[in-house]
């Protein structure tokens, strides 16, 4: 097998910076995962891990050029493996492999200052108060009612207010089907059931016009969103949603941390979703842009009462399983206070 495409390989570590960076591993995605394991050689390779290296602790370090770099390097990563191809593609290349560790773990380690671990300590032991515990911390979190959805989303946005949000929700709405499928592996008894059945409801319980990701992608076609677009318009921190989402949903070693993020995600959606239909009805959109988001008003309250009762509860016997849960839930929380406090911003800044 040869390579059909002139390969870009790093030349040395100075002239490397984010972009540069970014630029070139992209251009690796679509080489054969062993022609690529060849052609870069020990020192190439070792330029570009230095380079995630460096772009990781500026991103660690507050710069938000790199911070954006960095998340969208791992969102198309992960597109590796959460697409089906249209053509080659260098998924399982072990070179790209070592600079998704790199980026995950960064990623996880930048959210892990924002979590509270004397609070994780404090969580009860008994199931039923885990619960209520974790409940109220959601309840007490700035993400909890956010402002952008109470107030901003429900009296004041206009029609490309709703179109820049529904971009920005795609990497998680978008795809809420597979990550089901993904955290799913590996479960048993009462929980596989429960992911099964919400699972199931996702699939529109078998109708395809009912399949909720086509639901969703009903929102595009009202504001004629492409898939060329979505990219570009992703701000870092709705990239990182989306990634954080992935990383915690594919990895058996973190399904208590899924288990908490997807909870908090079911749980948290149908209050927002009330603010967007308001929304909607108030503009006069089209009906059928906004089925999805009156459908999981009521639908997410039962799936949250699901998991709740029938993934958190049973789990919440070992204590690893409710530190990871409630880790996971304040991922989410921490994630989604930020995500929306910068989309208050940039409202408010429009206005
Ligand atoms: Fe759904
Ligand atoms: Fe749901």
Redesign the pocket.
Known sequence: MSVSVELALPRCADALNPRALVEIISSWLHIPATELDLTVNADQRRIVIEAVRTMNELAGGGDSAAFHQQQLLLSRLYGLVLRLPQAVTAEGSVVLHEVVRLLEEATLAREDHGVDTVLLDEAPADPKDYLSWLKNLARRHPAYKHPYYAEFIRDRAGREDLRTYVIQESVV?GR??DLLAMMQVGTTDDAKLEIARNYW??MGNGDADQV?THLFNQIFQVFDIGADELEDALTAEALLSGNLAVMLCRYRRLYPEAVGFLGMTEWFAPDRFVQVVHAWERLGLPDVGIV?HR??IT??SL?AAGWFHNVIIPAAESPAMRRGIARGALLRLNSSARYLDERLAEARSRS
């Open positions: 709405d809420f089907d409801d996702e909720h999805y459908l999981h639908v997410d799936h």
